[in-house]
């Protein structure tokens, strides 16, 4: 059986970038399927029979279709198709990183990525309205609260999230707070430890990070 998968993504998805990141750190290979969410690919009929939920990443494995990005990692490191470096095998050692990834949906992701799709994303494509000044107030509240969580419990005394080393939660984890920056928002205002921790993890991760965010950065470029 093949070893390269179908990998189906869009580098404007959070999940995404950071599964794709993680990938090309550890060499996997796969086989290339952007899904253009700006041109609402995931919703054509071609792409349903992809991933029923028609979203994205979702992956193709011969017969085998699996979407949501924690899930298709676990599968590939089961696989030995994943990056050890970046999931570790060492039961303690993959425990930490499950906790960070299983506390991250309703931790950052929910902060930042509700902040993101009312502040932008939505009025961006013409879905919604921007919200109220009492609105978004309250969502940069909620977001900021997770982002004192990451800060002073997650980094109170590692340089990433799990230890002293590099692993997929720190991709997860830094790929959403970026998507931030499309918001005029800035950590570095209020979040030192942060600040700090998406550098190196930038620096460890590319140049693949770069990589994957220069449609953002260049969005944010516009912004400016």
Known sequence: MSKVFKYYYDLMSQPSRA?????KMGKTQFQD?????????????AYKKVNRFQKVP???????????????LRYLADKQQ??????????????????????????????????????????FRGLADKPTKE?????????ERQLKIL??????????????KLTVADLFGACEIEQTKLC??????????ITKWLERVRTESNPY???????????????A
Not at 58 to 72: G, R, T, Y
Not at 89 to 109: P, S
Not at 184 to 193: A, G, L, Q, T
């Open 209 to 223: 990070f770069d990589e994957a965010h220069k449609y953002l950065y260049k969005a944010v470029q516009v912004l």
């Open 184 to 193: 005029r928002y800035d950590v570095k205002e209020k979040f030192p430890n």
């Open 19 to 23: 599964l794709w990141i993680a990938l």
């Open 33 to 45: 399927c952007p899904v253009a969410l700006r041109k609402m690919e995931q919703y054509t009929e």
């Open 151 to 164: 800060e002073g419990l997650w980094l109170k005394d590692n340089n990433f999230l799990t230890g002293n």
């Open 58 to 72: 979702a992956i193709v494995d011969n017969d085998f279709h699996l979407s949501e990005s924690v899930a298709i």
């Open 82 to 123: 994943f990056s050890e470096a970046l999931y570790p095998r060492d039961i303690r050692e993959r425990a930490k990183v499950d906790e960070f990834l299983e506390w991250h949906h309703l931790g950052v992701r929910y902060g930042c990525s509700g902040y993101f799709m009312h502040l932008w994303l939505l009025p």
């Open 135 to 143: 609105k978004a107030l309250e969502l940069k509240i909620e977001m």
